[in-house]
Antibody, heavy 120, light 106 residues
Framework: QVQLQESGPALVKPSETLSLTCTVS??????????WTWIRQPPGKGLEWLGY???????FYTPSLRGRVTISLDSSYKQFSLKVTSVTTADTAVYYC????????????WGQGTPVAVSS | DIHMIQSPSSLSASVGDRVNITCRAS??????VVWFQQKPGKAPKSLIY???TLEVGVPSRFSGSGSETDFTLTITSLQPEDFATYYC?????????FGGGTKIEI
C-alpha cells in the first residue's frame, strides 16, 4: 500500500516558480510498475493531469503546460517533485500527487492534496 | 488530446432516485474509462474502471456501461452519502484527461 503526502508553500507570487514535493511511504519509489504523477484542481473546477515521471527519469508532460512544468525524482529521499515556472493566478489550485499503474495506465493512489494560491 | 464531455454539469436529486451521468469522448477510447467520486476537501476515489468494472468495496448500486465514445455512470437508489461530484477520465492515451464533472445535489 502506497501513501503519498504533498508538501510545499501555500502561497506563491505571480511570475515566480511553484515548487511542491511528494513524499512516498509504504513502497519503493524505484518500483518499475508505476509512474509518479501530478494532478491539479483549480477552486470549484475540474481535474487537470500535469505529467508523470518514471523511475528511469523519463517524463511526459501535458502539452498545454509543456515548457513550464518539470517533474523530478529523488529516490534517496523517496520523493518526487513538481515545478511550475512563471505562475499566474490561473495556476491557483489544489495539487495532488498520485501514482499510475503502468500496465493499465490507471491512477491507483492519491495524496490528500495541497492548496496553492498564486497572489501578490 | 482526447476531450471528455460530461453531462449534466449538475443535477438535483432525492434519496432513492436513479441517476445517469454521461461522458462522451472525442475519439474511440475502447473501454478505457474510470469514474471517480469526489467529496469536498478530499481526493477523488475510483468507483469503476474499464467502463464497467466495479472497484472492490464499491456498492452495487453503482454501475457503468459503454464503449468507444459513449459512457454512462448509473446510480440506482441514491443514498445520502452519494451526494458528491463525479468525474469520468480516459486512460486510452496520454495526456490523461477528465470530464468536467457532475455535481449531484439534494
Amino acid at each position: 500500500q502506497v501513501q503519498l503526502q504533498e508538501s510545499g508553500p501555500a502561497l506563491v507570487k505571480p511570475s515566480e516558480t511553484l515548487s511542491l514535493t511528494c513524499t512516498v511511504s509504504g513502497d519503493s519509489i524505484d518500483r518499475h510498475t508505476h509512474y509518479w504523477t501530478w494532478i491539479r484542481q483549480p477552486p470549484g473546477k475540474g481535474l487537470e493531469w500535469l505529467g508523470y515521471i518514471y523511475y528511469s527519469g523519463s517524463t511526459f508532460y501535458t502539452p498545454s503546460l509543456r515548457g513550464r512544468v518539470t517533474i523530478s525524482l529523488d529516490s534517496s529521499y523517496k520523493q518526487f517533485s513538481l515545478k511550475v515556472t512563471s505562475v499566474t493566478t490561473a495556476d491557483t489550485a489544489v495539487y495532488y500527487c498520485a501514482t499510475i499503474e503502468m500496465t493499465t495506465d490507471r491512477i491507483d493512489y492519491w495524496g490528500q492534496g495541497t492548496p496553492v494560491a498564486v497572489s501578490s | 488530446d482526447i476531450h471528455m464531455i460530461q453531462s449534466p454539469s449538475s443535477l438535483s436529486a432525492s434519496v432513492g432516485d436513479r441517476v445517469n451521468i454521461t461522458c462522451r469522448a472525442s475519439q474511440d477510447i475502447k473501454n478505457y474509462v474510470v469514474w471517480f467520486q469526489q467529496k469536498p476537501g478530499k481526493a477523488p476515489k475510483s468507483l469503476i474502471y474499464a467502463a464497467s468494472t466495479l472497484e472492490v468495496g464499491v456498492p452495487s448500486r453503482f454501475s457503468g456501461s459503454g464503449s468507444e465514445t459513449d459512457f454512462t455512470l448509473t446510480i440506482t437508489s441514491l443514498q445520502p452519502e452519494d451526494f458528491a461530484t463525479y468525474y469520468c477520465q480516459q486512460y486510452d492515451d496520454y495526456p490523461l484527461t477528465f470530464g468536467g464533472g457532475t455535481k449531484i445535489e439534494i
